[in-house]
Nanobody, 126 residues
Framework: QVQLVESGGGLVQAGGSLRLSCAASGRAFSLYAMAWFRQAPPPARELVAAITWRGDSTIQADSVKGRFTISSDNTKNTVYLQMNSLTPEDTAIYYC???????????????????WGQGTQVTVSS
């Protein structure tokens, strides 16, 4: 059974920083790509950033490039999202997700991710 538990969300002023963490239970954490998505109205979730199972390559949404960084620590079964220079447009629920396929690529397609955390709210005030 795989469980993903996010933490680190909260309220921050524009220009501030937050670091989200996603702790994964279950075996073989290091063999799957991981990703962070976010959801603000309307309902569609958008990719924020993803990292390959090796941790040697990442992808990011254009809107967060240069501000957000995804990383993973396989010794702790944890993936992180460092968010800097936050703006009110970053306000959303942030979800951690694990890829469906072992050795799968890091990509922006939500159906390619099988397990999802419960989400953590990030609110950026102006």
């Amino acid at each position: 059974q795989v469980q993903l538990v996010e933490s680190g969300g909260g309220l921050v002023q524009a220009g501030g920083s937050l670091r989200l963490s996603c702790a994964a239970s279950g075996r073989a954490f290091s063999l799957y790509a991981m990703a962070w998505f976010r959801q603000a109205p309307p309902p569609a979730r958008e990719l924020v950033a993803a990292i390959t199972w090796r941790g040697d390559s990442t992808i990011q949404a254009d809107s967060v490039k240069g501000r957000f960084t995804i990383s993973s620590d396989n010794t702790k079964n944890t993936v992180y999202l460092q968010m800097n220079s936050l703006t009110p447009e970053d306000t959303a629920i942030y979800y951690c997700a694990r890829a469906r396929r072992i050795y799968g690529t890091a990509n922006a397609n939500a159906p390619d991710y099988e397990y999802w955390g419960q989400g953590t709210q990030v609110t950026v005030s102006s």
